[in-house]
């Protein structure tokens, strides 16, 4: 039988079961884990094969990928808070790299940050 092709689409982009959520930002994917799972993975691991502190490269990554897209936008760093429901001290310190936000965080902030985009086509 054969399938339609949306089927067969939606079927590519669903994610595994097993899977962790992911988040796409700047064209770099990130893996969510909680702080357990991560902790759990860390203490499973060779510390001499992964390069553990890498994390913070990426915290530095996604503050600058966060920062170019508010400046994109078009918006401040009150405004983008006011849109997210944040305070702006808290986009402040994730802007630079002070603060590594949880995944409910990063997903205001983006949605946040897709409104002004839509405005802007219309």
Not at 110 to 116: D, N, S
Request: overall charge positive; aromatic content about 4%.
């Amino acid at each position: 039988m054969m399938r339609s092709m949306a089927t067969q689409k939606a079927r590519r982009k669903a994610p595994q079961a097993d899977a962790p959520p992911t988040l796409v930002l700047g064209g770099v994917r990130y893996v969510v884990l909680t702080e357990s799972k991560y902790r759990a993975l860390r203490a499973s691991t060779d510390e001499e094969a992964v390069p553990w502190d890498a994390w913070a490269e990426d915290a530095e990554n996604l503050a600058a990928a966060l920062a170019e897209r508010r400046r994109a936008a078009g918006l401040s760093q009150a405004d983008l808070a006011r849109a997210a429901g944040l305070r702006v001290e808290t986009v402040n310190r994730i802007e630079r790299g002070h603060n590594v936000p949880d995944f409910a965080t990063v997903r205001k902030l983006l949605k946040a940050l897709r409104k002004p985009a839509k405005e802007k086509r219309s």
